[in-house]
């Protein structure tokens, strides 16, 4: 059974950092991409960063490309998303998404996902 199970987020100021991490496992391909989406009610979900496994490749969305870092631990198979300089509107829940391709898909406006985590709130306070 593939699981994604997510740690981090909660409450920082505005210009402080959080850090989110996805367990990932019961899966072996090495050919998937993982990545952060997130979601504020009654918008849009924004994919923000993804990394694929294969080949390391990491993609970021503009507006967090300067401030956001994605990086794998290959040896515990776990995804992190390092978020520094946060911002009021960083606030929103943050989902980790697995997708058995690669990262262009998972963060195309209509995301390919087939595996989401269960979500976690970043709130950045002013």
């Known amino acids: 059974e593939v699981q994604l199970v997510e740690s981090g987020g909660g409450l920082a100021q505005a210009g402080g950092s959080l850090r989110l991490a996805c367990a990932a496992s019961?899966?072996?391909?090495?050919?998937?991409?993982i990545g952060w989406i997130r979601q504020v009610p009654g918008q849009e979900r924004e994919g923000l960063a993804c990394?694929?496994?294969?080949?390391?490749?990491?993609y970021y969305r503009d507006s967090v490309r300067d401030r956001f870092t994605i990086s794998s631990d290959n040896a515990k198979n776990t995804v992190t998303l390092q978020m520094d300089s946060l911002k009021p509107e960083d606030t929103a829940v943050y989902y980790c998404a697995l997708y058995f391709g690669h990262c262009v898909g998972l963060l195309a406006t209509k995301a390919h996902v087939d595996y989401w985590g269960q979500g976690t709130q970043v709130t950045v306070a002013s």
């Open positions: 990394i694929h496994k294969r080949d390391s490749d990491t």
């Open positions: 019961g899966f072996t391909s090495d050919d998937y991409s």
